[in-house]
Every structure is written in C-alpha cells, then in structure tokens.
C-alpha cells in the first residue's frame, strides 16, 4: 500500500514517545527540530534522550507492568504518539487503542499498526524532505536520506527563508499578483546562481 506524503505542523502539538532507548531518541530528536512539544514515557532512558529535554519531560514508568486501562489513561488525548518500546505487547496495545481513539501513532516495530509513517527526514532551515520506503525498508530510506543531505547545498534554506520573506513583502507593496510572481522568479533566480542569499541592495534593483 502506498501512503500520501503530507506535512503537518507540530509546534503546538503535544508528541507522547513510549520508549527510552535510540529509535526513541532519534524520534524525539527529529520532533523537536519542528518544535514539537515532547514527552518521553520509559523506566530506563539513555543519557543522550535526557540531554534532549527538560527533566519534567521525561517520566521514569515502567510501560510494562501498567494495566491497559491505566496506560489508557496516560495517553489521554495526546495529539501524536510514537510506540517505541521494545515490549511488542505494550507497542501493540498502545498502537491499538490509538487508532481507536483518532490519534496520529507510530508504532516502530509493526508499519501495519501506524496511522502515519515517520520519515526519514532532511531538514535545510525551512526545506523539509520526507523519504519513506512504505515501512518496508528504513535503511533504503536513510541512504536516500543522506543523498539528498549531500546533494542539496545548505544555503537553499535561506534562500527559501528570504523568497518567503520577500513574499510578504510584495503582499504589502505590489497589488498585481502576476508581477510579485515575476519579482519572485527573478529573486530566485539570481540567488541560486550566486549561490547564496541577495543582499539588500540586490533586491532592491530588482523591485524597480
């Protein structure tokens, strides 16, 4: 089954993470990139997930001996779960009872359990890629990963940071739609041919 990339936005949305160890600390790590507010729930968690957070954001439970009506509980309404225990009961219960309750879940060890699929993710400032290999192959995902790392230039991200910038601008100062789309072209243009972001000036011949 192919799954429809879409993009959501996550800096209001809270992200409950089941799970201590290294899928759950590249999870977290990917989800505070875009400023999502997370929470990690396991009895054990590796020293580099607790440098991630604040230590009111890691609650130290053992997943594994709660009942399914407490762990039920503790999931509440949460907006975004991700399943990574290493407990394949607990993932599947956790899995369940969000799919039956409307939340987004990721359940890292059974793709036929999620309600989403979590990327593999290049992030160049506001440049976001999502590469997914429909849960059949994480490590072809990650090579596309790093390909597109190493191919795309970091600058792109500022230049899509000034280009939407300069968007707004025209909203303000040009009324025709056809000629902001014109300025546009040409401020895109000529940033990716120097390879860098325009300078003030530079922008401003092209507003004349």
Sequence with gaps: MAHFPIFIELSRRKCMIFGGGKVACRKA??????????????LEVLPRLRRLLPEEKIHLLDITAMGE??????????DLVIAATDNRMVNLFIGSWCRDHHILVNVIDAPEECSFLFPSVVKKGDISIGINSDGKSPVVSKKI????????????????????????RLKETCPEAPV??????KAAREAFSLERILTEEEIEDLLV
Excluded at 145 to 163: C, F, H, K, N, S
Excluded at 180 to 185: D, S, Y
Aim: proline share 2%; aromatic share 6%.
């Design 29 to 42: 790590e990917i989800l505070l990139k875009h400023n999502a507010q997370v929470e990690v729930f396991s």
């Design 69 to 78: 009506d407490t762990l039920g509980e503790l999931i509440g309404a949460e």
């Design 145 to 168: 990963r790093e390909e597109i790392e190493e191919m795309i230039p970091d600058y792109y991200g500022e230049i899509a940071r000034q280009l939407g910038e300069l968007k707004l």
């Design 180 to 185: 902001r789309k014109t300025i546009l072209k």
